[in-house]
């Protein structure tokens, strides 16, 4: 089902809502698009006309100041016109449905809706329902998935480590509450990764993860053994119900990422974090500061990524 709504009846790209159901060459192509845009902003203008004349709707029913902004910069950087909604003070903060609130602002003429929403499937229940011209980009809905950020984390990884084949990968943390665990466990595996693990106490791992294609650690030395790249991820202590840990304190002796911890990764082994960190809680300062860390690149990489699936989907180049 999602294959057949993100691609049209061409096999183009229309919308960009999971990983799930997209083969290993669309990955290739975003990441490959990407590259064309990397030097977009080394330029003294930092824009390309690619989307001129074409209105993007930046529709966030979360708060968020990475994902948001760096999907501005990049409609912005293609030569959109972008609209951001604040949805705390909008019509849908005043009982109109969000499908009342998508068809008003098609009303005015918009091309995309970059979508985040607190419920699982929200960016797919507006992209079955949108007009034929108009395309939909998951910016994160509930615990289900955030495509574009385990794209941006997969373009740092092959930017460093090229083969996937030879890559084994942790992914450290809150896994149970982690739209973009999800993500970027299909990523990996679909993109060929040798291995992925999932490390985390039972309390933060969703009802039998194994099937997603990893293997599953409850100790942190031994999940981060010869590993190549290792991504730790933020307590999302926001939708959290009950106490699922003793304390932030008892996490971070248990499965925080220390240089000591470190030491059992491989020696070239990458750190990365999709953002916001908790310094102290899920990474020591000087390993997020570190030589191995390629945090703040992700960040920039995000530009890019965000540019290649907009381009993409409102057929500005070629898929």
């Known amino acids: 089902m999602s294959r057949t709504l993100q691609l049209d009846a061409g096999g183009r790209l229309r919308h960009f809502l999971t990983i799930e159901g997209l083969g290993r060459d669309w990955l290739e192509r975003i990441m490959d698009t990407a590259e064309s845009f990397e030097s977009v902003a080394a330029q003294k203008v930092k824009k390309v006309p690619?989307?001129?004349g074409k209105t993007v709707v930046n529709l966030f029913?979360?708060?968020s100041t990475r994902t948001r902004t760096t999907f501005e910069l990049a409609a912005k950087r293609l030569s959109a016109d972008v609209l951001n909604i604040n949805v705390a003070v909008s019509a849908t903060a005043k009982g109109e449905s969000l499908l009342d609130t998508v068809r008003n602002l098609e009303a005015m003429g918009v091309d995309m809706f970059v979508v985040r929403h607190a419920?699982?499937?929200a960016a797919?229940?507006?992209a079955r329902h949108v007009a034929p011209h108009v395309s939909v980009v998951n910016a994160g809905d509930g615990r289900h998935a955030h495509p574009?950020?385990?794209m941006l984390d997969m373009?740092?990884?092959r930017r460093h480590k090229r083969d996937f084949s030879r890559l084994t990968?942790?992914?450290v943390g809150d896994i149970l509450h982690s739209r973009v665990a999800r993500s970027q466990i299909h990523a990996l595996n679909t993109l060929g990764a040798r291995e992925v693990r999932v490390v985390a106490p039972r309390t933060l791992l969703p009802v039998a993860v194994e099937r997603l294609g990893?293997?599953?650690c409850h100790d942190l030395d031994a999940g981060l053994e010869d590993v190549d790249v290792v991504i730790m991820l933020r307590l999302q202590k926001e939708r959290m119900q009950g106490a699922l840990l003793p304390s932030e304190r008892e996490f971070y002796r248990c499965f925080g990422l220390t240089a000591a911890r470190l030491r059992q990764a491989r020696p070239d082994c990458l750190v990365m974090h999709p953002g916001p960190i908790n310094r102290g809680v899920e990474i020591a300062s000087e390993v997020a500061d570190g030589s191995r860390s390629v945090i703040l690149e992700q960040v920039g990489h995000g530009i890019a990524i965000r540019m290649a699936v907009m381009a993409l989907a409102l057929g500005a180049v070629q898929g």
């Open 155 to 157: 373009f740092t990884i």
């Open 50 to 52: 690619l989307l001129r």
């Open 148 to 150: 574009t950020q385990a």
């Open 214 to 216: 990893v293997r599953v």
């Open 169 to 171: 990968v942790a992914i």
């Open 124 to 126: 797919h229940f507006i």
């Open 119 to 121: 419920e699982s499937g």
């Open 61 to 63: 029913f979360e708060t």
